[in-house]
């Protein structure tokens, strides 16, 4: 094969963080057992969604991950022009998934947290460690986006006046701290603790899950539904974890007290997919190029 065409077969940067960026995806939604959450056993709390239609969804989306990338490669600079673009493009991503599944929101939040740091990490791809990519996402998520349309008020909206809670808005103003303080941490230590994969997965959402006021919860099961599962996650992982056995039945329990209250961590879920991309991301940014 001759140079140029091994080099016009070569995945873009664009493409690779596109690829990244639908892989959490599926990953996230395949992991088993999840809590109350969509996985490969059944739809959890969910009666509108199922994992065929998270792949499809996931799917539908590289083509917005694909532009929010570009637009942080093109535009090059932290600002807002950059912020008002991926706001757009965020939007259209939202309203492509909506026609892929027939209007079930699947992936609203993950869209939201997953494009900006697909844009963050576009911008800067030699500083892709998890701290630098969320740093500037979050510093991309607190710039105001002029061009956002009014819209009657979200589940998310209306649990945060209720609850003065925080939201998916100020999780990643923050800098996601969800997945960078509990869920990578909890990932990696359960990976150096010799759990296999799947179960390092799992510990690292009832991590975030332990901690996190997810509105997806609140406007489900109110602070009753918060509640249990924070205790549940955190009764879990004190027990030694999703690969015990004393875990996995404080794990059963959690399931069962979340079905009982309706209550599916949703917001957890997307910081779990948040997670895994910024746990991937180095690496795949340091391998050589077409190696993924
Ligand atoms: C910020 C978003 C998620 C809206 O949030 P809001 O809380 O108002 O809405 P809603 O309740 O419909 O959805 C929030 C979703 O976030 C997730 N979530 C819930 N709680 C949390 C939390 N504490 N932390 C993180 N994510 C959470 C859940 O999946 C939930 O479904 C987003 O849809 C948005 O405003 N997008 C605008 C387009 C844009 O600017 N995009 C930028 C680039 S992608
Ligand atoms: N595996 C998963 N199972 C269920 N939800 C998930 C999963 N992964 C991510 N999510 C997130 O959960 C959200 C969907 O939750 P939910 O259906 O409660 O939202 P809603 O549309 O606000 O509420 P409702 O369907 O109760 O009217 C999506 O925004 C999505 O990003």
Partial sequence: MS?????????????????????????EADLSPKPALVDRRGSGAHRDLDLRLMHASARALWPAFHAMA???QSLAELGQPLRETIGRLGR????????????VNTHRGAIW???????????????????????????????EDRQMPAQAPSHGERVRQRYGVRGAREEARCGFPGALQHGLPQLRRSRAAGFDENHAQLDALL???????DTCVLHRAGLEGLASMQ?????????????????????KALEHDL????ASPGGAADLLAATLF???LEPMLGAPIGSL
């Fill in 207 to 213: 991590a975030i899950m332990a901690q996190l006021e």
């Fill in 231 to 251: 205790h549940g996650a955190r009764a879990v992982l004190q027990a030694g974890g999703s690969a015990t056995l004393a875990g996995r039945r404080c794990l």
């Fill in 70 to 72: 570009d637009a942080g």
């Fill in 259 to 262: 079905l009982a209250l309706n």
């Fill in 113 to 143: 947290a997953l494009g900006l740091l697909v844009t963050a990490a576009a911008l800067e791809p030699v500083q892709a460690a998890p701290q630098q990519v969320s740093l500037r996402a979050a510093r991309l998520a607190r710039l």
């Fill in 3 to 27: 140079a140029f065409i091994a080099a016009r077969l070569r995945p873009s940067l664009a493409e690779r963080l596109a690829d990244l960026a639908v892989q959490a995806l599926i990953d």
């Fill in 278 to 280: 910024l746990d991937r």
């Fill in 92 to 103: 259209e991503g939202e309203a492509r998934m909506l026609a892929v599944t027939g209007g």
